[in-house]
């Protein structure tokens, strides 16, 4: 741990089996990041609660999500990787932290807004106080370094202005401000070709299908709507199925197919084929793992539970800072 640069912390809501969205847009990412720094990576159970209709799914969720990550190369000897109720203090900095908080700031966030828009008939207290939640997460495990795309920056930055409003007010160092590591997060279309893949469009496509699955699921991808008949030419750069075969394909292939389907000379479903093929090899070795470490469940729960008291471990020394910081007898 101490060669590397700091500490990353990142949490994603227990949202179960993992799609390509998910993988290309996040998980790799936490799997590379594991090189340079002592990572904390959190399945946000509570974060869940705000939108959630019902918990039935929570648990089986949370252990599906646990096993793909550790499939794609989490190493859990380094890193923590554990369930953010299982540290209960970042209950107890959510209520320190949305004391300094004004109510406005947190109304006047786009995330917010959106998720008004998305559910109307469900707007708790929760739900205003998520960002709050999601920055005493960040700082309760001192994170040097947050990855975020683009769109979760302006909670980075709240997360950010409330280390300065707190170390100022109580004149203390207790909290550390995190830099914001902005990664390229790639927008991953899903099998509809239009919108952003993910599970509540059912536009996804599993890492863990099995390989007719997936077969079945790239077949039904739409290609460049313009092409109409296999006669006609069409066009990659509007296509996403070429957009994947540009990540898991080979760039003789890639090559091939990008000159084929602007003179014909490939057909989508063809162009298809060969993407589920490729697509399959790509899996191969993370479906293995995943097949293998699924064998024994208890392990991966005792993996979640060490990692849980690593994190309380790490909370209980900023709670006792951020108490006697405050003066709570
Ligand atoms: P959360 O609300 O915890 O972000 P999501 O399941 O929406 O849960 O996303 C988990 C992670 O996967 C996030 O980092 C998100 O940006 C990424 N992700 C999800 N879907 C896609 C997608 N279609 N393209 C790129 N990244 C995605």
Request: glycine share 6%; hydrophobic share 40%.
């Amino acid at each position: 741990m101490m060669n590397k640069k700091g500490r990353v912390f990142s949490g994603a809501r227990p949202t179960g089996r993992q799609h390509l969205g998910n993988y290309l847009g996040a998980v790799k990412n936490y799997v590379a990041l594991q090189d340079e720094f002592e990572c904390v990576y959190c399945i946000v159970d509570l974060h869940a609660l705000t939108t959630l209709e019902t918990t039935e799914n929570l648990r089986s969720n949370t252990y599906e999500m646990a096993l793909d990550w550790l499939a794609a190369g989490l190493r859990p000897e380094e890193t923590i990787l554990f369930i953010q109720s299982h540290a209960p203090q970042v209950c107890e900095l959510h209520t320190i932290l949305s004391m300094i908080t004004p109510l406005g700031k947190l109304t006047d966030l786009p995330t917010f807004k959106e998720k008004v828009r998305q559910n109307p008939n469900n707007v708790n207290y929760g739900l205003v106080g998520y960002p709050v939640l999601m920055a005493a997460d960040i700082l309760l495990y001192r994170a040097s370094v947050v990855p975020v795309g683009v769109d979760q920056s302006p909670h980075l930055e709240f997360a950010r202005e409330l280390v300065r409003t707190f170390n100022y007010h109580f004149k203390t160092q207790a909290l550390v401000e995190p830099a914001t590591r902005f990664t390229e997060v790639p927008k991953v279309l899903g099998i509809d070709g239009q919108q952003k893949m993910g599970k509540s469009l059912n536009n996804h496509i599993e890492l863990a299908a099995t390989p007719e699955e997936t077969q079945k699921r790239v077949l039904s991808m739409v290609t460049d709507p313009q092409r109409q008949r296999r006669t006609d030419a069409g066009n990659p750069d509007v296509c996403n199925v070429f957009s994947l075969h540009k990540i898991f394909s080979s760039a003789d292939e890639v090559a091939m197919i990008n000159a084929e389907c602007r003179k014909a000379g490939i057909g989508c479903v063809d162009c298809k084929k060969r993407l589920a093929h490729d697509l399959n090899e790509s899996l191969v070795p993370f479906r293995a793992r995943r097949a293998e470490i699924d064998q024994n469940p208890d392990r991966v729960w005792e993996i979640l539970h060490d990692g849980g008291r690593r994190a309380r471990a790490i909370a209980d020394e900023t709670m006792r800072d951020v108490r006697a910081a405050i003066g709570l007898p």
